[in-house]
């Protein structure tokens, strides 16, 4: 069976409620997944949008969340998590608001594409301190065993 992320609160290519983002609660949404390899031993989540701050000339990939060393045995993330009710082990990393947790989409122009990453990797990592993107994946080198993609839509109301 292959890796694969869905989630309830929005189809694959498909628009992404309001109340995910910066223009409602800026809540996370529930993500489920299916297809670990038997062999892994912790998951990494990152949301990330290529498209910052134009889709029309992006000039950076913006990290909204980043989340490691989910158990393996985890199959979803409940929606609004909060910290208190991330699964025990799990670490988090810094999103480009310089804080970490969930930040929604809140594109200041154009419809962005947000992609939510799920990696199956062979090992525990190291407490990496609050780690960026690039050092997460720096870490996770050699180490994934399987990766499944979600892409959720956005555009705020009255972006041209």
């Avoid at 299916?34 to 000039?59: H, M, S």
Wanted: aromatic share 6%.
């Amino acid at each position: 069976m292959t890796l694969s992320l869905t989630s309830p609160s929005f189809s694959h290519q498909g628009l992404i409620p309001v109340r995910h983002t910066c223009d409602g609660k800026d809540s996370s949404p529930e993500l489920i997944w299916a297809g670990v390899p038997e062999n892994a031993k912790t998951l990494v989540l990152i949301v990330d949008d290529p498209d910052a701050p134009d889709p029309q000339a992006p000039k950076m990939t913006w990290v909204h969340w980043i989340l490691y060393n989910i158990p393996s045995a985890i199959r979803k993330l409940p929606e609004q998590v909060t910290v208190a009710e991330l699964p025990t082990g799990t670490l988090e990393g810094i999103n480009n608001w310089e804080r970490t947790g969930y930040g929604g989409p809140c594109p200041p122009i154009g419809i962005h594409r947000y992609f939510h990453k799920l990696y199956a990797l062979d090992i525990v990592l190291p407490d990496l301190n609050r780690p960026t993107k690039a050092i997460l994946e720096k870490a996770m080198q050699g180490h994934i065993l399987a990766q499944a993609e979600l892409i959720g839509l956005y555009r705020r109301t009255g972006n041209t």
